[in-house]
């Protein structure tokens, strides 16, 4: 079974820092293109990061670049975001998404990890 | 990048159908046609329901549809039922090379 699992979430002070990890099975994980996407509170969806393959590629949204870090770690099957000096609007569920089916969209998604930022 | 533009909600009746619109700009909705839509129960992570414009991945329903004209794409959910009950996002590839959601759509099922 084609699988994504998120860890690392928690509670962190404003200013803090935080390592999220997504563990793949099912798949060959070396061979697929990651992101990450999160969701605020009652809110929406909202692209964070993407690594190629390989992770010589890699992309940001503007309110997160300069402090977010996407990297991944094929012999382990795992994907990570280091995220640093965070803020109360990082608060969100944290997805990690592929592109599995060959399809141009997010058909494989984790359950999601919680990261609030308060003091 | 800004976010798409969905109506906050729409309903119908079981057996109508309901179409949501996403709205964007020609650097992503116009621009691509890598324009996805995801359903969203409340707890649960989105599945995908449309991708490129139109197509249906393995499994989903052919009740739901999608289209694009311009820089609004739309979802259509023909023969309503009560598990199509939850919020719907569209989805575009934009031209930096990322990636844009939609505000989200909340679907009653009356």
């Known amino acids: 079974e084609v699988q994504l699992v998120e860890s690392g979430g928690g509670l962190v002070q404003p200013g803090g820092s935080l390592r999220l990890s997504c563990a793949a099975s099912g798949f060959t994980f070396s061979s697929y293109e990651m992101n990450w996407v999160r969701q605020a509170p009652g809110k929406g969806l909202e692209w964070v990061s993407y690594i190629s393959s390989s992770g010589s590629t890699i992309y940001y949204a503007d309110s997160v670049k300069g402090r977010f870090t996407i990297s991944r770690d094929n012999a382990k099957n795992s994907l990570y975001l280091q995220m640093n000096s965070l803020r109360a609007e990082d608060t969100a569920v944290y997805y990690c998404?592929?592109?599995?089916?060959?399809?141009?969209?997010?058909?494989?998604w984790g359950q999601g990890t919680m990261v609030t930022v308060s003091s | 990048q800004s976010a798409l533009t969905q109506p906050a909600s729409v309903s119908g009746s079981p057996g109508q159908s309901i179409t949501i619109s996403c709205t964007g700009t020609?650097?992503?909705?116009?621009?691509?046609?890598?324009v996805s839509w995801y359903q969203q129960h409340p707890g649960k992570a989105p599945k995908l329901m449309i991708y490129d414009v139109s197509n249906r991945p393995s499994g989903v329903s052919n009740r739901f549809s999608g289209s694009k004209s311009g820089n609004t794409a739309s979802l259509t959910i023909s023969g309503l039922q009560a598990e199509d009950e939850a919020d719907y996002y569209c989805s575009s590839y934009t031209s930096s090379s990322s990636w844009v959601f939609g505000g989200g759509t909340k679907l009653t099922v009356l």
């Open positions: 998404a592929t592109e599995y089916g060959g399809v141009d969209a997010f058909d494989i």
């Open positions: 020609s650097s992503d909705v116009g621009g691509y046609n890598y």
